[in-house]
């Protein structure tokens, strides 16, 4: 069984399993990854680290990409 | 701090692997930068990778004692000639090099239609990322739409993993994929492949010269409309994989000065490129597949480890596999139609949301960066750039540093002076 992880989204505690990406988690949920200039919601596009449309705030940093980074134990993200 | 190497090469993927396995094998000091968290480029990710994949790991790990690598970080600049800036976890690295090797990949194509900007509609080869990062599509319904080989994989990939998938739309027309299946007969491998895929989508329709003409839904997607020909219908799913074939990732090359032709970087026949020890192979020069990454990768890392006749001995193979290649650009040759999908809102530059109304009565793409904004996001232009190129048939001017977003910090500091060590 691969090892399960505990993290926040949005305020509320999911778990994953390990090798998940934050993006991957955080479409899992059903939410938006960030809201655009024009306040459109948007969500990953190219699931490669270069179209910038899966940046969320990480344990307090904004503009991460989540595409490109793992889900950790007790990790904090926000949509932004 | 600078690090120093004989060869570095930019990009862990096919390419950058052999590129570097290769090198190595001579005895000098090589090193491998990739932005991913592990080796293995667009398409060995994850847990399942095939038996090349695993070949090639094992031959970089028998020659690990000449072999750096460097994960999770990305090239963005070269500070003074001969030394390369990378950012890794917000702090940069500078690596200085004799000899360059840049196997960069490629990346989809993305092109603007009403709705592409919902939550939902993901490239082919992003949602497959995607799911191969921890996405659960078990009992999802997918459309997967675009153009290029990489449809029929993102489909067969889905299915395997539990999503439901209602029809794969290629927008090249029946009578060009006849001739590219004709075509790849005597290619028993690639001949393989395609049918392993097609047995796997079996069941779904599929449809040539059909392309989404709009996506649906309020805030979230919903719905699709596709078109063939006169007929129009719309298909209700949870996702729609939409990619236009790729492009190559030129962008590093470009800034080094090395010479593009036809959106490619131009190779000699030891895969040097304009500028005297840079080197490029895979994707970049073109897009061939993995197989043809990894015997370009071979010849530019023999050539640039001194072993011009081991390279020679891949010419013959590279030569055949480049003829795939240029059958793959023949035969998944984008419809001109496919430029008239904008509306006036739909916007084409994501990151700044600029429309196409607004963008239409631009001259150039740098005139349009100059007055609306386009391609001045974090992006840099990769997503829309791309797609005006197609739309209005702009060029995109001069890559200037940095090729990539990166913290202020790392911009300005000089790198440490300190004389190349003798490391032959
Ligand atoms: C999204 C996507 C999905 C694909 N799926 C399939 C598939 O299912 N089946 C199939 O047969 N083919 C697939 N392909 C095609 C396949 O990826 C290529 O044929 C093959 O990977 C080419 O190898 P490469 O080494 O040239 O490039 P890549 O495998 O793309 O490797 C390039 C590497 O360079 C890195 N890189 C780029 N720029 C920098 C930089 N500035 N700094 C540091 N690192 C950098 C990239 O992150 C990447 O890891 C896919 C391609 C894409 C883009
Ligand atoms: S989905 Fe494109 S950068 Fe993350």
């Known amino acids: ?80 | 701090m600078t690090q120093h190497f004989d060869i570095v090469v930019v990009g862990g993927g096919p390419a950058g692997m052999a590129a570097a396995a290769c090198a190595a094998e001579y005895g000098k000091p090589v090193v491998i930068v990739d932005d991913n968290l592990t080796l293995g480029g667009q398409i060995w990710r994850g847990k399942d990778i095939p038996a090349a994949a695993r070949k090639w790991q094992a031959r970089l790990d028998s020659v690990s004692a000449h072999v750096t690598r460097i994960h999770g970080a990305r090239v963005f600049s070269q500070p003074v000639p001969g030394v390369l800036r990378a950012e890794q976890n917000g702090r940069y690295l500078d690596i200085a090099y004799r000899k360059l090797i840049l196997a960069t990949g490629a990346r989809e194509r993305f092109l603007p239609f009403p709705g592409w900007t919902l939550p939902n509609v993901v490239g082919a080869g992003g949602l497959q990322a995607l799911v191969k990062s921890g996405l659960s599509v078990k009992g999802k319904h997918v459309v997967v739409a675009g153009s290029g080989p990489l449809l029929l994989a993102v489909a067969a990939y889905l299915q395997t993993h539990g999503a439901k998938v209602l029809a794969i739309c290629e927008q090249a027309q029946f009578s060009r994929l006849l001739k590219f299946v004709h075509s790849i007969v005597t290619d028993s491998g690639k001949l393989r492949q395609a049918l392993t895929y097609k047995m796997q989508t079996m069941s779904v329709p599929f449809y040539a010269g059909c392309y989404p003409v709009s996506a649906g839904g309020g805030k979230k997607f919903e719905s699709v409309t596709l078109r063939q020909g006169k007929r129009a219908w719309t298909i209700a799913c949870d996702y729609l994989a939409c990619g236009f074939h790729l492009v190559p990732n030129t962008e590093l090359a470009e800034f080094f000065g090395c010479r593009i032709s036809n959106g490619k970087v131009a190779v000699d026949k030891w895969q040097q490129t304009s500028i005297l020890d840079v080197y490029c192979a895979g994707e970049p020069t073109g897009i061939g597949g993995a197989e043809l990454a990894l015997v370009e990768g071979q010849i530019a890392g023999y050539a640039a480890a001194g072993q011009q006749d081991k390279a020679h001995s891949f010419f013959e193979e590279r030569a055949r596999r480049r003829k795939f290649a240029q059958l793959l650009e023949e035969t998944f040759a984008l419809d001109p139609a496919l430029a008239q999908l904008p509306q006036d809102e739909t916007l084409v530059c994501r990151c700044e949301d600029v429309p196409y109304s607004v963008l239409k009565h631009e001259p150039s793409w740098r005139a349009a960066k100059l007055h609306t904004r386009c391609g001045m996001g974090p992006c840099q232009g990769r997503i829309c750039g791309t797609a005006t190129e197609f739309i209005f048939g702009w060029t995109a001017g001069q890559v200037r540093p940095p090729i990539f977003p990166t913290p202020l910090s790392s911009l300005g500091a000089k790198p440490e002076l300190i004389e190349l060590q003798e490391t032959r």
């Not at chain 1, 955080?26 to 270069?50: D, F, K, Q, Y």
């Open chain 1, 1 to 80: 069984m691969p090892e399960r992880i505990a993290l926040t989204i949005n305020g509320r505690q999911w778990e994953t399993s390990e090798g998940t990406t934050i993006a991957a988690a955080i479409m899992n949920t059903e939410a938006a990854c960030r809201t655009s200039v024009t306040g459109e919601e948007r969500g990953p596009l190219c699931g490669m680290g270069i179209c910038f449309e899966c940046r969320a705030i990480v344990n307090g940093v904004p503009h991460q990409r989540t595409c490109q980074m793992l889900c950790q134990d007790g990790m904090d993200v926000t949509t932004q």
